[in-house]
């Protein structure tokens, strides 16, 4: 199977990934809870895990909280800094696991910037939004769609000029683009696992820098006497027994990352989906492509979105058509009635991947 | 030798301070608090060496790992909270 669908989930994951998370069923018992050896065990393997992250992120252990997926860890981040009524400025690429939130919340959501790969104008339009007066900003770091990477350092740096706590979500960059949690200042950045970090499915990290309000309330292994939640973290986010094979796998996959060069991976991916944009474009299609490119490119067809993924489907080539659960990202780039195809590449982007897809879809029409 | 529990309100602060005490050089492992040392219910400790207790806890503040309290174990199972 040729994978192009990397910003639903990593498939290809380093082979350390599945010996950690089958590893992790035969020594681990429940963390942070007993003191035997095999609580012990999973304790250490979860703070393994911590410890990594913090060393990819630039952060502290402790500011490392566990979710099962980035939307879960997006809900608690928006449902700490937005109250009903809270006015929430939010990029044109945001997919629904922010946009739902907000909306659940109650929240006065205000779009900024709807230019695809246009910083000047996704700058301009979030100052602008900024000064007219917010209570929080949420903004993808890179579309899930397009693949538009967004000028987060720029946007973070006008929030703490407005002093506007913010939240990044970073679904499609944590472990493809660098990220340095204590330079952007970002009150939270929430990612998934099980993407580019290259973990199993079911795990997801949100990086604190705020007290948080927890999103589910029970037993933590600490402060036991307390009907309150502690007021710490990471505890004060992860009540009830945590994933602790996943996050063994995830604790392989970042192991994997720490080891290799991230600006080479997005190089990689990027210099693939380029070539892909510039070949599909000569093939005729509407291709969305620009300067600040990512490893995910989506293309329009003459047929049904559906119909020409079913197709490379049937040739054995993995991609994903329709919405992406983003139509606020459609609507931005005028293809919310159409769908798009995406191709998306991960840290194991090749030219042999590239030409497949060009090839089935060369030998379609 | 005499040994001191430095308690810890959940297993992750405990695991960081030993991190911080491995980089150091000095031994210590994780353990679970006793029962009634733990005024809130549950908590883990780190077992260090008497000796090592003044520079492991200036260790924990200079990397702002904070822990509850520090208790010396004596002989005959008597115990000491010690002031630091």
Same mark, same amino acid.
Request: aromatic residues 8%; contains cysteine; hydrophobic residues 40%.
């Given at each position: 199977?040729?994978?192009?669908d990397?910003?639903a989930?990593?498939?290809?994951k380093p082979?350390?990934?599945?010996?950690a998370?089958?590893?992790?069923m035969?020594?681990?018992?429940n963390?942070?809870?007993?003191?035997?050896?095999?609580?012990?065990?999973?304790?250490?393997?979860?703070?393994r895990?911590?410890?990594r992250?913090?060393?990819?992120f630039?952060c502290?252990?402790?500011?490392?909280?566990f979710t099962?997926?980035?939307?879960?860890a997006l809900?608690?981040?928006?449902?700490?800094?937005?109250?009903?009524?809270?006015?929430?400025?939010?990029?044109?690429?945001?997919h629904?696991?922010v946009?739902?939130p907000?909306?659940?919340?109650?929240?006065?959501?205000?779009v900024?910037?709807r230019k695809l790969?246009d910083?000047?104008?996704t700058?301009?339009?979030?100052?602008?939004?900024l000064?007219r007066g917010?209570?929080?900003?949420?903004?993808?770091h890179?579309?899930n769609v397009?693949?538009?990477i967004?000028?987060i350092?720029?946007m973070a740096?006008?929030?703490?000029?407005?002093g506007?706590?913010?939240v990044?979500d970073?679904a499609?960059?944590?472990?493809?683009?660098p990220?340095?949690?204590?330079a952007?200042?970002a009150d939270?950045i929430?990612m998934p696992g099980?993407?580019?970090?290259?973990g199993?499915?079911?795990t997801?990290?949100?990086?604190?820098s705020r007290?948080?309000?927890p999103?589910?309330?029970?037993g933590t292994?600490s402060?036991?006497?307390?009907?309150n939640?502690?007021d710490f973290?990471?505890d004060?986010?992860?009540?009830?027994?945590?994933?602790?094979?996943?996050?063994a796998g995830l604790s392989?996959?970042l192991?994997y990352?720490?080891?290799?060069?991230?600006?080479?991976?997005?190089q990689?991916e990027?210099?693939?989906?380029?070539?892909c944009?510039?070949?599909?474009?000569?093939?005729?299609?509407r291709?969305?492509?620009g300067?600040?490119?990512?490893?995910t490119?989506?293309?329009?067809t003459q047929?049904?979105?559906?119909?020409?993924a079913?197709m490379?489907?049937?040739?054995n080539?993995?991609l994903?058509a329709?919405?992406h659960?983003?139509?606020?990202a459609?609507e931005?780039?005028?293809?919310?009635?159409?769908g798009?195809v995406r191709?998306s590449?991960g840290?194991?982007?090749?030219r042999?991947?590239s030409?497949a897809?060009?090839?089935?879809?060369g030998n379609?029409? | 030798?005499?040994?001191?529990?430095i308690t810890?309100?959940?297993?992750?602060p405990a695991?960081?301070?030993?991190?911080?005490?491995?980089?150091?050089?000095?031994?210590?492992?994780v353990? %679970?608090?006793?029962?009634?040392m733990? +005024?809130?219910?549950?908590?883990?400790? $780190?077992?260090?060496?008497?000796?090592d207790v003044m520079?492991?806890?200036?260790l924990?503040h200079r990397?702002?790992?904070?822990? %509850?309290k520090?208790?010396?174990?004596? +002989?005959?199972g008597?115990?000491e909270? $010690?002031?630091v």
């Amino acid at each position: 199977m040729i994978y192009l669908d990397n910003g639903a989930t990593s498939f290809h994951k380093p082979l350390g990934v599945a010996d950690a998370v089958r590893r992790a069923m035969f020594t681990c018992a429940n963390p942070g809870r007993g003191g035997y050896g095999a609580a012990m065990e999973a304790a250490n393997v979860v703070y393994r895990c911590r410890e990594r992250a913090a060393q990819l992120f630039h952060c502290q252990p402790e500011q490392v909280v566990f979710t099962s997926n980035c939307t879960h860890a997006l809900n608690i981040a928006i449902r700490t800094l937005v109250k009903p009524g809270s006015r929430v400025v939010i990029s044109g690429f945001e997919h629904n696991a922010v946009t739902r939130p907000l909306h659940a919340q109650g929240a006065e959501i205000i779009v900024a910037g709807r230019k695809l790969f246009d910083w000047g104008d996704t700058l301009r339009e979030f100052e602008m939004a900024l000064r007219r007066g917010v209570d929080a900003a949420v903004f993808t770091h890179v579309s899930n769609v397009f693949g538009y990477i967004l000028p987060i350092e720029q946007m973070a740096k006008l929030c703490k000029q407005y002093g506007v706590a913010f939240v990044v979500d970073a679904a499609q960059s944590a472990g493809t683009i660098p990220i340095d949690f204590q330079a952007l200042g970002a009150d939270f950045i929430a990612m998934p696992g099980h993407k580019g970090l290259l973990g199993p499915q079911g795990t997801g990290i949100l990086l604190c820098s705020r007290q948080p309000k927890p999103l589910i309330y029970g037993g933590t292994g600490s402060n036991s006497k307390d009907q309150n939640m502690p007021d710490f973290l990471p505890d004060a986010l992860e009540a009830g027994t945590l994933n602790v094979p996943g996050i063994a796998g995830l604790s392989a996959g970042l192991e994997y990352l720490l080891q290799a060069d991230l600006d080479s991976i997005a190089q990689k991916e990027k210099k693939e989906a380029m070539f892909c944009a510039h070949k599909l474009e000569k093939m005729g299609f509407r291709v969305f492509a620009g300067e600040h490119q990512g490893g995910t490119i989506s293309f329009v067809t003459q047929d049904d979105c559906e119909e020409t993924a079913a197709m490379l489907a049937r040739k054995n080539i993995a991609l994903r058509a329709g919405l992406h659960c983003a139509p606020l990202a459609h609507e931005s780039a005028g293809t919310l009635d159409t769908g798009t195809v995406r191709v998306s590449f991960g840290h194991d982007a090749s030219r042999r991947q590239s030409l497949a897809l060009i090839n089935a879809l060369g030998n379609a029409w | 030798m005499k040994f001191c529990l430095i308690t810890f309100r959940s297993v992750t602060p405990a695991q960081r301070a030993e991190s911080v005490l491995h980089r150091a050089g000095f031994e210590c492992n994780v353990q %679970r608090t006793p029962r009634w040392m733990e +005024e809130q219910g549950c908590g883990y400790s $780190l077992r260090v060496k008497f000796p090592d207790v003044m520079r492991c806890v200036e260790l924990l503040h200079r990397n702002a790992v904070s822990f %509850r309290k520090v208790y010396l174990l004596k +002989e005959k199972g008597t115990v000491e909270e $010690l002031a630091v």
